[in-house]
């Protein structure tokens, strides 16, 4: 009876989107496994594997719960989130200038890669709860939400997510359908925001990045280094790639963080130009299964998580990918389920299992 | 009948508005993005690409040797030295001077170590070295050689090495500032005597300089001699005479000429400084 039930369950599951996960993980794990080459004791390629192992259960636990409690949870979430920040920077470790990190031996947990998760579901919650109302009191309203998360972010400072938040923050508020004084008030806001956040909370190394993605060529050996290895990394894989563990930039430490928030130029490098085609057809299949989820959810909660969870991924896959190949400034985020770290793999494996939980519930 | 509230007709509408248009602008983007992403990493392999092929068209290039040896060659290559015909002077019984040229015609080659020898009737006598400087026609002697004029005599320059001069050395000028003059011959009770004097305008002092005299009858070498001057000091003008045991007729010349390894460092005095004092009055 109970096999029956979940056989049931399963039977709704989109398994094109799960497909996708499932090889883009297998292409990081392999472009994981040829950077751990060198790696004494346990390999990133065990850590990775660990973590998806943790993965797959929070994909379970995000699948099985219903996914509209968590939405009632919100404030729960909130204060979780607040205190995981507090708590993250007194005791947290840093790496590379962010404080953001609780080291537990070999392992380590990034709470902010969850904290994304829950404020996506916190905005979802405020948003369909003043679902007719519109307008700039319902934008401060849930800026005023975001802002002590963002506060938070910025103290480690982490100015990736900071951006994503903000980012979703605008896009959710602009899809509910705004008139022209609106779209200018919206747009004055986030004016606004990016000239205190440029100002006052941006570091000259921050900052920085963003001159150099305007001029890469000026600090070539400075502040150009990342994106023009990068760029190497991209363009010497030329049509199929160098081979597995051949990538000159990725292997010989030329392409800083091969593995996380450069891994999309590790593996054309390794990979080429056909690996590109691949990622970019399974990122593809993996978007206009969302797009489609999003399209049959028929309450508002329901859609604006949807859409807030699918935009977090996306985001990040098109500013990773584009400050790869030097389209974007640096902003230090990974590549969805192909770059390596733990925290994040596991929060992505939690976030498709409430996509999935969304279309089994939403029976279409 | 079911009633329909305000906020279920304005979610309603919401939906029906702007869901199919965010879905097929989300879709369009979505696309529009890999056309986008596609293009981007296309260029760059192309770049990367037309850059390598840039980058080995230059590699080659630089392969190319674009100095032409071949003409630095034919400027700079030394000729070997060589030697004029060996003049046989007869000197008592059985004994006889023997004299002749070494030329180096290179301007740009000084050959530093020259290693000669003597081959008479056959058999090569001892080895002997000498210099020639760049453009030098140096005259090289033996005196009291057991044979007759008539000997089947010949030098054979056995090896040389060679040193090239720079543009910019003037070492050879100092030879040119060495004039010998005064110079008195003649017969004097069964000796025959040359006087004359140097003046070492050269600017440097030297240990040794070496002086060979050449005596000549129209034509015909008579009579050859050498003599070394000790500590000659610069802008010194030092009296020498050489002398022949026996008498020497009809001489219509004599030449004397200075012979100093200007390239040898070790010949030159070394340089004593003088206060001077700013009134012009030497200390």
């Known amino acids: 009876m109970v096999v029956t039930k979940i056989t049931s369950f399963f039977r709704g599951i989109d398994w094109l989107l799960i497909g996708s996960v499932f090889f883009l993980v297998l292409i990081g794990l392999q472009a994981i496994y040829s950077l751990s080459l060198g790696d004494v004791g346990l390999t990133r390629f065990d850590k990775q594997l660990v973590a998806i192992f943790f993965g797959i259960i929070l994909f379970l636990f995000g699948y099985f719960i219903d996914y509209r409690k968590l939405g009632s949870l919100s404030w729960f979430l909130y204060g979780t989130s607040i205190t995981g920040l507090l708590l993250v920077l007194f005791l947290g470790t840093t790496f590379g200038g962010t404080t953001g990190w609780f080291v537990l031996g070999n392992f380590s947990f990034q709470p902010v890669e969850f904290i994304k998760i829950f404020s996506v579901i916190i905005m979802a919650y405020h948003m369909n709860r003043r679902v007719v109302v519109n307008g700039p009191r319902l934008w401060l309203e849930s800026l005023l939400i ?16 900071i951006f994503l938040l903000l980012l979703l923050w605008f896009i959710l508020n602009a899809v509910r359908g705004l008139s022209k004084n609106q779209w200018f008030i919206l747009f004055g806001m986030v004016i606004i925001v990016a000239v205190i956040g440029w100002f006052g909370v941006l570091s000259e190394v921050h900052q920085g990045r963003i001159t150099n993605f305007l001029n890469p060529s000026a600090d070539p050996t400075g502040g150009g280094f990342q994106v023009n290895q990068s760029i190497i990394a991209v363009g010497s894989g030329g049509i199929v790639g160098r081979g597995i563990g051949e990538g000159f930039q990725s292997q010989l430490n030329f392409l800083p963080a091969a593995a996380t928030d450069f891994i999309f130029a590790s593996i054309l490098e390794e990979r080429g130009f056909v690996g590109f085609l691949i990622i970019l057809l399974l990122f593809t299949i993996f978007y206009w299964r969302i797009l489609r989820i999003l399209n049959k959810v028929r309450d508002p909660y329901s859609q604006y998580l949807v859409l807030g969870l699918g935009l977090l991924l996306l985001v990040q896959t098109l500013l990773n990918i584009a400050m790869n190949i030097g389209l974007a400034p640096v902003v230090g985020l990974s590549l969805p389920f192909l770059s390596y770290g733990g925290s994040a793999l596991i929060a992505e494996f939690f976030l498709v299992g409430i996509l999935m939980n969304v279309v089994v519930r939403q029976k279409f | 009948m079911e009633t329909i509230s305000d906020k279920e007709l304005k979610i309603a509408s919401y939906f029906v508005n702007t869901r199919i248009f965010w879905h097929r602008l989300a879709i369009f983007l979505l696309f529009f993005a890999d056309v986008v992403l596609i293009y981007s990493v296309s260029l760059k392999f192309l770049f990367y690409w037309g850059g390598a092929m840039a980058h080995d068209k230059l590699i080659r290039e630089l392969q190319n040797d674009y100095v032409n040896l071949t003409a630095i060659h034919s400027t700079y290559q030394g000729s070997p030295l060589r030697v004029s015909e060996v003049k046989k002077i007869s000197a008592g019984v059985d004994q006889i001077d023997i004299i002749t040229e070494v030329i180096n015609p290179n301007t740009r080659l000084f050959a530093k170590e020259v290693e000669y020898r003597l081959v008479q009737d056959g058999i090569p006598q001892e080895v002997e070295r000498t210099f020639v400087l760049a453009g030098q026609r140096k005259s090289l002697f033996a005196f009291g050689v057991q044979g007759s004029v008539n000997s089947d005599i010949q030098l054979e320059i056995v090896n040389t090495r060679w040193q090239r001069i720079g543009d910019n050395n003037i070492r050879h000028k100092i030879l040119s500032n060495m004039e010998v003059g005064d110079l008195k011959w003649g017969n004097s009770g069964g000796d025959f005597e040359i006087s004359g004097a140097i003046s070492n305008g050269s600017g440097r002092g030297f240990w040794n300089i070496g002086l060979l005299a050449i005596i000549r009858s129209g034509p015909e070498i008579v009579g050859v ?22 008498d020497i007729s009809r001489v219509t010349s004599v030449t004397v000429l200075p012979d100093v390894n200007v390239y040898d460092d070790s010949i030159f005095m070394p340089l004593f400084t003088r206060i001077i004092d700013p009134s012009g009055i030497d200390q």
């Open chain 2, 225 to 246: 001699n050498y003599t070394t001057l000790f500590k000659v000091e610069p802008n010194e003008v030092r009296e020498f005479v050489i002398n022949w045991p026996y």
């Open chain 1, 146 to 161: 975001l802002l002590p998360i963002v506060l938070l972010l910025a103290m480690q400072p982490d100015f990736g997510p």
